[in-house]
Each structure stands twice: as structure tokens, then as C-alpha cells.
């Protein structure tokens, strides 16, 4: 359970969908909609398509070396 200071701290309602992210600085409790943000920041100016691509292309040349 949250407390009622924390959840009115960040505008959460009772029942709220909350995210839990595990992380080396320890764990992270979300709403959704702050993950989702929080997660595009984090994305900002990244092409995942590219890096996905060099990492495909970095595995079959591994593979075929």
C-alpha cells in the first residue's frame, strides 16, 4: 500500500495503475503515465530502428566470421 502522503504527493488516486522499475539506483514507482514520459525521455533522439539494424547486422557478421 502507498501512503496517502506519497499518492498525494504525485496526484495518484486510490487504485491508481502503478509501474515498479528495478534499478541500480534503486526501485522506481510510477504512474503510467509518468513511465510512459519518463520512458520517451529517455528515448529522446535515439533511432531504435537504426541501432537494432547494427546490432542484427553485428551478429550475423559474428556468426558468419
Do not use: F, K
Not at 11 to 31: E, K, N, P, Y
Not at 38 to 55: I, K, P
Request: charged content about 30%; aromatic content about 4%.
Amino acid at each position: 500500500m502507498i501512503p496517502i502522503e506519497v499518492r498525494d504527493r504525485h496526484g495518484w488516486d486510490t487504485g491508481a495503475s502503478l509501474i515498479a522499475v528495478d534499478t541500480d539506483a534503486g526501485l522506481l514507482v510510477m504512474s503510467t503515465d509518468e513511465a510512459l514520459t519518463w520512458l520517451q525521455s529517455r528515448l529522446e533522439g535515439r533511432d531504435l530502428v537504426a541501432e537494432l539494424l547494427a546490432e542484427r547486422r553485428a551478429e550475423v557478421e559474428r556468426e558468419n566470421a
